[in-house]
């Protein structure tokens, strides 16, 4: 068994391989308990560092990185002169409409078929229109997937996507999109 020290308390830790003075390798193998841990590196599991908001989940066997769900998308975008529709993918009833930093009613705007929400009163052109789209575990699809466009400038906001059975699409500017082709494998 090997001996690990922490700090000035030495502690007997079964399934530890291996030990650096140097505080940079630490293999475990097994089920071990740390506490008053200081990371101050790259932590990996599987060889990957994984990505910035992820977290460690257990497999039963060893761990790997769990992303949480996104609990909303965000779309902004500059009204034009007379605007009243936006095209956004949204869940029915959970959606907040932000013009300028106000916050919309729900008597100022209607927004009740899950892609298409109506201003009452047209943009006068310039606003800052910001859109708020939750995710509710009931509905099973993303909220920025729509129907595919038609072509490469259909109406659409950054970060929705969508397909067909021959592409998936992207939209990476207001009205513009990219696609790729999808193939067997």
């Known amino acids: 068994m090997a ?23 630490l293999d475990v193998v097994g089920i071990s308990s740390l506490s008053h841990v200081v990371l101050d590196g ?21 761990v790997t990185w ?12 500059i009204a034009s002169a007379s605007q009243t529709i936006f095209t956004v993918n949204y869940n029915v009833g959970f959606v907040d409409i932000f013009i300028n930093g106000v916050r919309l009613t729900s008597s100022e705007y209607t927004a009740t078929n899950g892609t298409t929400i109506v201003l009452s009163e047209a943009c006068f052109g310039g606003e800052s229109v910001d859109i708020l789209a939750y995710n509710t575990s009931a509905t ?18 950054p970060g929705q996507t969508a397909y067909d059975s021959s592409y998936f699409y992207i939209c990476v500017a207001p009205n513009t999109w990219k696609r790729t082709a999808l193939s067997n494998w």
Request: hydrophobic share 30%.
């Open 3 to 25: 001996k690990l020290l922490s700090g000035r308390l030495p502690r007997l830790n079964v399934g530890i391989t291996s030990y650096s003075e140097n505080l940079i390798t």
């Open 42 to 62: 790259t932590v990996t599991a599987g060889g990957s560092p994984g990505s910035d908001g992820q977290y460690l989940v257990s497999t039963g066997i060893g």
């Open 66 to 77: 769990g992303s949480l769900s996104t609990l909303r998308n965000s779309y902004s975008t």
């Open 140 to 157: 099973g699809v993303a909220p920025n997937m729509i129907d595919a466009p038609s072509n490469s400038s259909d109406s659409g906001i």
